[in-house]
T-cell receptor, first 111, second 121 residues
């Protein structure tokens, strides 16, 4: 099972928006609404930001939103803030044999 | 409040077997739908999904590592154990355990702090 494909980096100025893509196949991202997104600051554990494509856990700012079209999921961070600078990983269910897979990760820089 | 903490050796030799323990609190692995998973991250690299065990002892493994992994639970001790055989330097990584909240949930909502395991002779 191959990792989902994410761009290595993305950036934006404070207050702007940045969108990160997560591309898979019809066997994972495109086949199920079980895409989640995690934020990871250096030296820290990942933190759940989005689950089931577009749902936000309690406590996650509504600046974070998720969507999916075909085999590609996206995470948008609106109104960028300095603390949003981190690595972001997507994850998707991939069926009963492969089960779950993470993305390659995207480093978001706030300029 | 849900917490998880990984423990185990920080250094293992090539070909040895790694045993990691995840000790958790704030939930029970006897609750229907709940699970605990293991994820690792080599230094400077991406997350990699390893294994997951559910309340009913259903177990799932990464296809690429399935032959080397075993996941078990001790509900009475609130612990989940992951063993990985035939360790190699490429298995050097931070290993995380995480909470799977329930039926149909394909995500981990609480994570441990992680434990760095180095494989070297």
């Amino acid at each position: 099972q191959s990792a989902l494909t994410q761009p290595p980096s993305a950036s934006g100025s404070p207050g702007q928006s940045v969108t990160i893509s997560c591309t898979g196949t019809s066997s994972d991202v495109g086949g199920y609404n079980y895409v989640s997104w995690y934020q990871q600051h250096p030296g820290k554990a990942p933190k759940l930001m989005i689950y089931e494509v577009s749902k936000r856990p309690s406590g996650v700012p509504d600046r974070f939103s998720g969507s999916k079209s075909g085999n590609t999921a996206s995470l948008t961070v609106s109104g960028l803030q300095a603390e949003d600078e981190a690595d972001y990983y997507c994850s998707s269910y991939a069926g009963s044999n492969n089960f779950e897979v993470f993305g390659t990760g995207t480093k978001v820089t706030v300029l | 409040q849900i917490t998880l903490k990984e423990s185990g050796p920080t250094l293992v030799k090539p070909t040895q077997t790694l045993t990691l323990t995840c000790t958790f609190s704030g939930f029970s692995l006897s609750t229907s739908g709940v699970g605990v998973g293991w994820i690792r991250q080599p230094p400077g690299k991406a997350l990699e999904w390893l294994a997951l065990i559910y309340w009913d002892d259903d177990k799932r493994y990464s296809p690429s590592l399935k032959s080397r992994l075993t996941i078990t639970k001790d509900t009475s001790k609130n612990q989940v154990v992951l063993t990985m055989t035939n360790m190699d330097p490429v298995d050097t990584a931070t290993y995380y355990c995480a909470h799977r909240p329930g039926f149909g949930s394909g995500y981990f909502d609480y994570w441990g702090q992680g434990t760095l395991v180095t494989v070297s002779s």
